[in-house]
């Protein structure tokens, strides 16, 4: 994408058949139906396939409305390409000033087809996901999800494929997984939280080979898992995951698959129920990966604050289990106070200031 996309502004407020959607000032506005739909079918005359298209959605307290239809992005505006992508993105006023925009899925998933490739979304809250398979689902190749707020998902909540990143989102009450990567994903700097309505399986699962898992906060409870990884080779560096007693695992590279992965400089806490685990990676007769420089707090119900049985290709060490809570806890565990509730303090390897670390 060697120059910026065309851009074209979508308000789903207005309640009305208007616009040209060319200018913020000028935004497509629809008496019924999805705008967004509107703008892929109607409004975009000509699809721009050198440099893409971007969709800007206006913030405000009215969503778009899918009414349970997905939308189609190849049926009339065609199949974009990394190169060219389609992006979707939210605005107050201007083009990229942080205004988040909203989308009601009705209970269905946010894409019809996922056989494309080059897809963004930014700075959108997309909720009211389908019972079965992900709010937003997995492409062939190259999807990229960032500063997005997803919520209310029966199942999980973002899947990313090969090449593709979930980036500063913010996660919460889903049924499945909240983020699940499949091969060469990037998911950092993202918050996910267990809801009132829906126990999550894991809060994240790295299933495929080569993922990024970094610098997230998971907070889960009851039977949940934090952080789940398979296959090879992985990297789940400077994660703070945390539970209130619950009885699932932190952090659990224990698959038959397992081997070559890299857990290193994360903060596991309050697994304490029976059969719960601070951080796993106990795949027999697999070779293990890169550990250490890890803290773990109060995962010791039945003794295991850490579970490692396979050998290590290398071994860093100074695994360790802190006496006293990691994390300062000031305020509530919510997204707009995580920096506080989760600030690392001084003790061991937490350090005031960052996520564990020698």
Known sequence: MANPPTDYYVDPSLGIDTGDGLTPSTPWGRASGSVIQYALNTGITSRNTTDGDRINVKAGATADNLAGTSLDITGVYGSPIYQAPLIIQGYTSAQGDGGQGKIDCGAVTLLAQTTFTGFAIYDMEIFNGPATGAIIPSLSDWLEVGRCYIH???????NIGRNSCAVGNRVEDCGGYGIRAFLSGYVAFNYVKQGATYTMTAGIIARGNSNHIINNIVSVDSTSDGILGGNYPNMCIGNTVFSAGGSGHGIDFGSEFTM??????????????PSGRGIRSSASGRMGGIYGKNAVFNCNADGLNYDWT???????????VLTVSGI????NDTWANRFEYFAPVDEGNMQTGGYPQA
């Open 152 to 158: 209310d998902c029966p199942d999980d909540g973002i």
């Open 260 to 273: 070559v992965n890299t857990i290193v400089n994360n903060y596991v806490e309050g697994f304490s129920a």
């Open 310 to 320: 396979n050998e290590h290709i290398l071994d860093l060490g100074d695994n360790e």
């Open 328 to 331: 300062a806890k000031a305020g």
